[in-house]
């Protein structure tokens, strides 16, 4: 199983936070460093000192570690336009030395659309903007060199695009689609995604959105594997205390968290994690959400890592 460290900056991160969470990550043994893309805060917190925007944060963390990936959960197919974000994500790549991983979703949240001036068209055109960024992205990264990159979609329309530059393999970085929906989510992530990640369900339900996904897999024809994954918050402890301390922190109830979340001792998360693991995910994202206890990391590498 890997565990990925997944971050909230919108709740209130400077760079120099992340870039932290980041090192110490990779110090620890992590698979990797994953960050959100958002540019408002959620719930009652102060959100200071603001947003960081996603793909500048990797791109500076891309110098500055040398082993983990790096990725999103999930950039706004809103927020960018494809030809730019393809070239965006295919720099910080090359800076990385192929280190980043794409994750891209449709957007969702309507306020922070409001609050910088961000067009929010209805979820069915979301989805429409989101299926024709995946095929012109991808598309842009896995034209021959040499050669132009051509679309005329609904939304969006390029033309004799040099479709430069290149990421470091020739395929682009894995794509990753998540969510919960049971018609678009799963066709779209049987034809673009190499990763389908479920967002913090309980693990029953994880299992269902797996089965959706495996099931549209089959009807597309698809034979290439798919990387299954889900994202939990988390908050482990080595006593009771401990743990209440940590939920305290982020705003949260011990009962609730063991229930929606990875909480608990850490025999408690290897549990739960295997869980999850006999589902067929190979991948869990570890939501931390109080970004200056890195106690809370190291506990998680030496009581939880080595041990799942």
């Known amino acids: ?48 000192p603001g947003p960081t925007d996603a793909w500048v944060t990797l791109g500076a963390l891309a110098r500055e570690t040398s082993r983990i990936r790096l990725g999103t959960l999930m950039t706004a197919a809103t927020f960018r336009l494809p030809g730019p974000l393809a070239i ?26 409001t609050a910088y001036g961000i067009p929010f068209p209805s979820l069915n055109e979301r989805f429409e903007r989101l299926e024709e960024q995946l095929e012109i992205v991808t598309g842009l990264w896995r034209t021959p060199a040499g050669e132009t990159f051509d679309y005329d979609g609904r939304h969006y329309r390029l033309a004799e695009s040099p479709a430069l530059p290149k990421p470091v393999r020739p395929e682009g970085p894995p794509v990753l689609i998540g969510g919960f929906g049971a ?48 994202a939990q918050v988390v908050c482990c402890g080595r006593d009771e205390a401990e743990i209440a301390r940590r939920a305290e922190a982020i705003g949260r109830q011990v009962p609730e968290l063991r229930e929606n979340g990875l909480a608990g001792t850490p025999a408690e998360l290897q549990d739960k994690i295997g869980r999850f693991a006999e589902l067929g995910a190979e991948t869990l994202y570890l939501q931390v959400l109080d970004l200056h206890d890195l106690d809370h990391l190291e506990l998680l590498a030496t009581e939880v890592l080595g041990k799942v």
């Open 1 to 48: 199983m890997r565990l990925r460290i997944f971050t909230e900056p919108q709740q209130g991160a400077s760079y120099e936070t992340l870039l932290k969470v980041a090192k110490a990550a990779e110090e620890l043994g992590f698979d990797a460093f994953y960050r959100s893309d958002h540019f408002l805060k959620m719930g009652d917190v102060s959100g200071e």
């Open 183 to 230: 018609k678009r989510t799963p066709r779209l992530a049987a034809a673009h995604a190499d990763e389908y990640n479920v967002p913090f369900h309980q693990v029953d339900d994880t299992g269902l959105a797996f089965d959706r996904v495996r099931a549209a897999c089959r009807d597309a024809g698809r034979t290439r594997p798919m990387v299954y994954s889900a």
């Open 88 to 113: 965006a994500v295919a720099q910080v790549d090359q800076m990385s030395g192929g280190r980043v991983d794409f994750g891209v979703g449709t957007g969702w949240f309507d306020a922070e659309h």
